[in-house]
C-alpha cells in the first residue's frame, strides 16, 4: 500500500492549487481517503475527506466551501482543489486511508491506518 502526494507549491493568497494523492496497493472502490495537513506548532488536522464507498465527503469547518476532495478511479487518484487559499491554510499537506470501510468523518477525525508523504503548500504574497 502506498500513497504518493504532489501538487504543493507556493501560491498568493487568493489563488488556488490541486494536490495530487496517487495510490497503489488498493483501488478506490471502498476505503476512506482524506487530506490532512499540519503547519508548525499546530496540531495536525484532518481537512478533507471521502468514502469511496458512498462518496460521502466531510469538510472541517477552516475549508468547508474552499476545499473539494474528489476521484478518479480509472488514475487511482484522488485530488485536493484548494481555491481561495488564505495565509492560515500554509502547511505539510498529506494524503492517507484506511482500507476498510470507514466513515468520511471518522477518518478525518481519528486519521488513518496509512499515510503518503507529504507536500508542502505555502501562501505568500
Known amino acids: 500500500v502506498q500513497l504518493q502526494a504532489s501538487g504543493g507549491g507556493l501560491v498568493q493568497p487568493g489563488g488556488s492549487l490541486r494536490l495530487s494523492c496517487a495510490v497503489t496497493?488498493?483501488?478506490?472502490?471502498?476505503?476512506?481517503i482524506g487530506w490532512f495537513r499540519q503547519a508548525p506548532g499546530k496540531e495536525r488536522e484532518g481537512v478533507s475527506c471521502l468514502s469511496t464507498l458512498n462518496d460521502i465527503t466531510h469538510y472541517s469547518d477552516s475549508v468547508k466551501g474552499r476545499f473539494t476532495v474528489s476521484r478518479d478511479a480509472a488514475k487511482n487518484t484522488v485530488y485536493l482543489q484548494m481555491d481561495n487559499l488564505r495565509p492560515e491554510d500554509p502547511a505539510v499537506y498529506y494524503c492517507g486511508a484506511d482500507l476498510g470501510h470507514s466513515s468520511s468523518y471518522a477518518l478525518c477525525n481519528r486519521g488513518p491506518s496509512n499515510w503518503g508523504q507529504g507536500t508542502q503548500v505555502t501562501v505568500s504574497s
Open positions: 496497493g488498493f483501488t478506490l472502490d471502498r476505503p476512506a
